[in-house]
Nanobody, 125 residues
Framework: QVQLVESGGGLVQAGGSLRLSCAASGRTFNIHTMGWFRQAPGKEREFVAAISGSGSVTDYLDSVKGRFTISRDNAKNTVFLQMNSLKPEDTAVYYC??????????????????WGQGTQVTVSS
């Protein structure tokens, strides 16, 4: 099993920045693709960003391209999401996810095997 723990969420004004972290523990050798998803109140969970096992391939939701950057440190079993120029519409609970397979269907929720508990990000206008 793999456990994922997110951190770094909080309250920030529009235009500000936050850096989310997701630390993996347990059978981390199983982990390949890692991703970030978010869910706003009353809305479905949506893909935000993902990164391949080697870190060489990334993908983003169109509305966050140029503002968010995903990265990973495999030595520390941690994935990051740097969020800049935040907007009120970025407000949501952000979830980290991990896949046991070298999956390139980055945005497909069912492709991921492990999920964190989520961290709240609130952007005030």
């Amino acid at each position: 099993q793999v456990q994922l723990v997110e951190s770094g969420g909080g309250l920030v004004q529009a235009g500000g920045s936050l850096r989310l972290s997701c630390a993996a523990s347990g059978r981390t050798f199983n982990i390949h693709t890692m991703g970030w998803f978010r869910q706003a109140p009353g809305k479905e969970r949506e893909f935000v960003a993902a990164i391949s096992g080697s870190g060489s391939v990334t993908d983003y939701l169109d509305s966050v391209k140029g503002r968010f950057t995903i990265s990973r440190d495999n030595a520390k079993n941690t994935v990051f999401l740097q969020m800049n120029s935040l907007k009120p519409e970025d407000t949501a609970v952000y979830y980290c996810a991990a896949d046991r397979n070298p999956n390139y269907e980055f945005s497909r929720i069912s492709a991921y095997d492990y999920w964190g508990q989520g961290t709240q990000v609130t952007v005030s206008s």
